[in-house]
């Protein structure tokens, strides 16, 4: 029988490769996302359906349960990113690190506002969404949420944020694991075909990460999708409560 899986931001990116690894498994499978257009498209290409979701938002995600399959699986919490990304370059520079008067009123509240921004992408989003869906996970269910190598490297409220994550998945392991479900998360290093990857870094960064890592390459979206179908599985049934990390090998964890 058909899984039922729910794959968080899989229209772009890391989510869309998981998304498709199990679509072409003959998995039900539902991808969601904030932007409609490239959320159909991606649903159109692999066979999956698509539901417009924030998952920040209580709302759109109380929402979203109707349109879940009866009988769900696997949950994996994708959506996210490092939202300093989307702050615009001034507002950015008011979040501290330039040596000038980041003490202001305006400068904290915009502080605030960028950080939460962050933990709410990376985390509330997460945990909103499986409080929201966990009543629905089948026993022998599996919860993997993407985390980051960000985690391990002081990466600001990005990096806090996937920290985060992983401690609350510890939480969740042990309220699931009586039901047969198991809670774990796959922490990416540096992936290639990535918006991350593509358009944040320069040339020379992208090469100096790459020189960190023992397989002397950034790794793929398809790397990623092996790793959650792995946890996703059968075959790790008696692995919960682990912070999986697939990032080549990068120094520091080799
Ligand atoms: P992408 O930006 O390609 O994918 C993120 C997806 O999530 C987008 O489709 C986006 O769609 C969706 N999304 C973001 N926020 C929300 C939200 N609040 N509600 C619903 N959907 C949302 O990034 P990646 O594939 O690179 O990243 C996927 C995950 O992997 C993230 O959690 C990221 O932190 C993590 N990661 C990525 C690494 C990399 O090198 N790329 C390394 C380590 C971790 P839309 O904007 O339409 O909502």
């Known amino acids: 029988m058909a899984r039922g899986i729910l794959v968080t931001g899989g229209a772009t990116g890391i989510g869309l490769a ?20 490239p959320l ?47 702050t615009p370059a001034g507002a950015a520079e008011e979040t501290g690190g330039d040596g000038g008067d980041g003490a202001t009123p305006e ?16 985390l509330l989003s997460a945990a909103l969404t499986t409080k929201a869906v966990e009543g629905r996970l ?63 870094l320069t040339a020379e960064r992208r090469a100096q990460l790459i020189g960190s890592t023992a397989v002397g390459r950034a790794g793929t979206p398809g790397d990623i999708a092996g790793a959650v179908a792995f946890l996703a599985s059968e075959a790790a049934r008696d692995i919960t409560a682990q912070v999986l990390n697939v990032n080549g090998g990068e120094r520091g964890t080799r």
């Open 18 to 37: 998981v998304a498709r690894h199990f679509a072409d498994e003959g998995e039900t499978v539902v991808i969601t996302g904030r932007r409609q257009a």
């Open 40 to 86: 159909e498209a991606a649903a159109k290409e692999i066979g999956a359906t698509a539901v417009v979701c924030d998952h920040t938002d209580p709302q759109a995600v109380a929402r979203l349960l109707p349109r879940l399959p009866g009988r769900l699986d696997v949950l994996v919490n994708n959506a996210g990113g490092n939202t300093d990304f989307d």
């Open 107 to 122: 400068a904290l509240e915009a502080f605030a506002r960028a950080f939460r921004a962050n933990l709410d992408a990376n």
């Open 138 to 200: 089948a026993p022998g269910g599996a919860v993997v949420s993407i985390g980051s190598i960000a985690a391990d490297k002081g990466s600001g409220a990005y990096g806090a944020a996937k920290a985060g994550l992983a401690s609350w998945n510890l939480g969740l392991a042990r309220e699931l694991g009586p039901r047969g479900i198991t809670a774990n998360v796959v922490a990416p290093g540096y992936i290639a075909d990535t918006e991350f990857f593509r358009d944040h």
